[in-house]
């Protein structure tokens, strides 16, 4: 997958994602899970205010992808 240019950027991203949850002390892989369980859920919303709430540093996620 990373040996084309998409293939690059998509590892890029999913690397950025788990390293910035790993400074928030979070646990990616739960963090992961849970973003591809939410986002889903406002699909057909314009507004997407509801992205501060799963960003790594936000108080309103749940406590489960926490490292304790």
Known sequence: ??????????????????ETAKANNLKPY???VYLLD??????EQK????LENLLPWSKELPEGIRKQ
């Not at 997958?1 to 950025?16: E, F, K, L």
């Not at 939410?38 to 699909?43: A, D, G, Q």
């Open 47 to 50: 507004d997407l205010t509801f």
């Open 30 to 32: 739960d963090y992961f």
């Open 38 to 43: 939410e986002i889903p859920k406002h699909m």
């Open 1 to 18: 997958m990373i040996d084309t240019i998409n293939g690059a950027n998509s590892s890029a991203i999913i690397y950025s994602i788990a």
